[in-house]
Nanobody, 122 residues
Framework: VQLQASGGGLVQAGGSLRLSCAAS????????MGWFRQAPGKEREFVAT????????YYADSVKGRFTISRDNAKNTVYLRMNSLKPEDTAVYYC????????????????WGQGTQVTVSS
């Protein structure tokens, strides 16, 4: 499956953004989907993951209550709604697909999008 992330940009602290990740292929619903992020000089960090049907989600503590992951299997798209953004949320955000659900480890994800930059100004 090929993934294409979009929706990043520059936003002030406290603002919101919605990231999208469009998948190609007919097997999108066979994959759990995740979002990761990587800030300059830091390792890639887990953000959120969602199960194949969207019935289960799991978040990093740093974004819990502010970010919401969702998916639309009819549109082959996964979303990340980000509210109450903070400067420390600044990073390149990546979507990824995994055959298993629930992992926060990037090594468990098989396919990756190209990333979209999110910059939060203070």
């Amino acid at each position: 499956v090929q993934l294409q992330a979009s929706g990043g940009g520059l936003v002030q602290a406290g603002g919101s953004l919605r990231l999208s990740c469009a998948a190609s292929g007919r097997t999108f619903s066979s994959y759990a989907m995740g979002w990761f992020r990587q800030a300059p000089g830091k390792e890639r960090e887990f953000v959120a993951t969602i199960s194949w049907t969207g019935g289960s989600t799991y978040y990093a503590d740093s974004v819990k209550g502010r970010f919401t992951i969702s998916r639309d299997n009819a549109k082959n798209t996964v979303y990340l709604r980000m509210n109450s953004l903070k400067p420390e949320d600044t990073a390149v955000y990546y979507c990824a697909a995994s055959v298993t659900y629930g992992s926060s480890l990037y090594v468990d994800y098989d396919y990756w999008g190209q990333g979209t930059q999110v910059t939060v100004s203070s």
